[in-house]
Nanobody, 120 residues
């Protein structure tokens, strides 16, 4: 069984920065694709960044150039810069054994999420 847990988040004014961390514990988790998704009120769950075990990265257009993901074995980190009010939502970390993708069903392991609030 793989357990995924996020930390970080919080509240910040527009233009500010926040830092999220996530760790996956369990068999072979260091080889998994790990990803950040977010649920913004009124919108569908959105994949925003993922990273595989060799460091290949993908970013959603909505965060490209502002958010930066990094990885240390089965831990990933998300540095969020130049935050906007529309970035507010619940951020989830997910892990899966296959290739990195934006498909939610490719990630069987999810954290409970952490809240990010950006005020204008």
């Amino acid at each position: 069984q793989v357990r995924v847990q996020e930390s970080g988040g919080g509240s910040v004014q527009a233009g500010g920065s926040l830092y999220l961390s996530c760790s996956a514990s369990g068999s072979s988790s260091e080889r998994f694709c790990m990803a950040w998704f977010r649920q913004v009120p009124g919108k569908e769950l959105e994949g925003i960044a993922n990273i595989d075990n060799v460091g290949s990265l993908l970013y959603a257009d909505s965060v490209k150039g502002r958010f930066h993901v990094s990885r240390d074995n089965a831990k990933i980190f998300l540095r969020m810069n130049r935050l906007r009010p529309e970035d507010s939502g619940r951020y989830y970390c997910a892990a899966g054994p296959g290739f990195c993708t934006w498909r939610r069903d490719a990630f069987p392991y999810w954290g409970r999420g952490t809240q990010v609030t950006v005020s204008s």
